[in-house]
Each structure stands twice: as C-alpha cells, then as structure tokens.
C-alpha cells in the first residue's frame, strides 16, 4: 500500500515538474529535463545546519555539496552569510521585527549563493516587506561606496526608519553628524545664469548633468546623479529642482559657510508631492553657493566631522 502510495506521489511530481519544464523551456526540452531528473533522482542529500551546537555537521557539504540535489535546513548559521556554490533556489523566510543593519544583512546577503553561470536561473522566495529594506540598504550601500571612490572628504553613509548605517553603540556621536535627511557638497562661484541651467529643460536629469558641467563634479558628483537616476517611482517627477534661495534671511545660518545646523531645506512636499530627491541651491551676498540634496523620507546622512571637508 505504502509503494503504491509514493509511486502514485512521484507520478504526481512528475507531472507537475513537467508541466513547468513545459512552459519555460517547451515540450522538447521538458522531456530532456525530466528523463534528467528521474534518472538522478536517488543522488540527493538533506542536511540540518541550524546551529553551533551541531558539531557532526559537515557544512562543506552544504556549501560546496558533491550531491547532485542537496537540500540545506538551517537558521542561524545560514542567516549570518554562509555561501552556497551552485545554489538554485532558497526560502527566506525569517523577516526582520527591528533595524537591519547595512553592515550585517549585506555580509548576510552572501547566502543566496555564488554569483556563476548560473545566477539567471536561480530563484528568491522572500517577504515583501524584507525584499525592499534589503533592495534600499543596498541602494544606500552603494551610494556610499560611490562617495568613497571620489576621495574627496569623509564618507558619508545612509540610514533611515527601517535600515540602520552600523549597530548605534558602534557610532562615537562626538565625532559622529547626524544630518537629518540632507546631504550637502562643497562651495561654487554662484551666478543667476545657473537657474537657466535648472529649469530649461523638462527632464530634470539632463538639467542636473548641465548644472554639474557648470559648477563641477565635486559641487554636484556623478555618483549622486547616477543614484538618483536608479531611483525614479513616479519617473521625471521624483526628482524637484527647487528655486535657488538666499541663505542671508536665515538668523541661524552660517553665511560664509552656508550651512545651518537644522539643515537648509523646509517643507519640501508641497510643491512637488511626487518627488522624492530634492534639489536647491543657496547662496550668499558674496557669490558663493552651495548645492544641497534632500531625500523625501526619513533619511539620515552619518559624516564623520574630524575629516569633513
């Protein structure tokens, strides 16, 4: 009863393997693949690696399997970056109740396996939720790296709401600034032919590669265009050229520095309720401007004040 039970089930599979065969590769190879996988169907391994505590676990082969279908269970020891070679498919199921941090889910991200031939065909199953915290810390990630690779001044690093820079007790807040979702680049000869640059052309990325062309790439880097151009939600409208703005009405401001503690930007929504990258310039009464740049969120830049330019 039980062979005739299991026969019955991996006809069952069968099919249905065949049937997805079918429509990603066609009939022809369907067949190919199926004769394949019945014919090596015994050549499989299971293996639990969940955590210190299993000692007789051999990880490598979990990672590196000699099994032609190996099927690894873990929790812990996975999550904290183990890489798979050949790796074809993985459940992530374990979503996030806190911060993700930038540094531990990117070394985290080494377990959806070795970048090979074979990357197209391999397959994620993940929460939403935890899919987009991971897609934005890699955004921010990337973007900081851009900023490193210029060499001029500190770093800056990203964190928002749901995605934190490092753990909070790796921060020294004496040498640390938290600028409250601006980010700001250095000082440029200010003209009023520049606003020409700003708004005299519908699309907002060909005016910023204009304005950066005028004022330079350390005032306006390739790095921060290049960002704001892989994230547009609502196309040309994410991005808000503002108005330039004297600094010179601001008590609070430093003039010859153009910079204010609080930040520059106000309210930014009003005018632009479907941009998310905010872009203006302020400048002062002796013809110095500086370009500042504000993410529509929760964004908090993390500059390291000892060597701030």
Partial sequence: MLSQTLILRSLSLSHEIGKIATKLYGQEQASSILAYIV???????????????????????????????????????????????????????????????????????????????????????????LYLDWQRCFAFHKLALEAIKTKKGSPVWLAD?????????????????????????????????????????NDPISSLKQLQERIGNDALPDYLIRYVQRILPNGASSIALHQSSTIENMKDANKNKIERTKGLFGQVKREFPDAVHHFKIFYNAKGKARLIYKFNGSITFLKNVKNAG
């Fill in 161 to 201: 709401q749901r995605i934190a820079a490092v753990a909070s007790s790796s921060i020294d807040k004496t040498n640390v600034l938290l600028d409250k979702g601006e980010m700001s680049f250095p000082i440029f000869d200010y003209s009023p032919k520049i606003e020409k640059l700003l708004y005299g052309s």
């Fill in 39 to 129: 014919k090596n169907c015994d050549q499989t391994s299971t293996i639990i690696m969940n955590s210190e505590r299993d000692k007789n676990v051999d990880f490598k082969s979990a990672t590196s399997p000699a099994a032609m279908f190996t099927f690894v269970i873990g929790g812990n020891i996975v999550s904290r970056g183990v890489t798979f070679d050949n790796l074809l498919s993985m459940f992530f199921t374990r979503d996030s109740k806190h911060k993700i941090q930038q540094d531990t889910y990117i070394q985290r991200a080494r377990m959806f396996g070795s970048r090979k031939k074979h990357l197209p065909y391999f397959e994620l199953t993940i929460p939403e939720q």
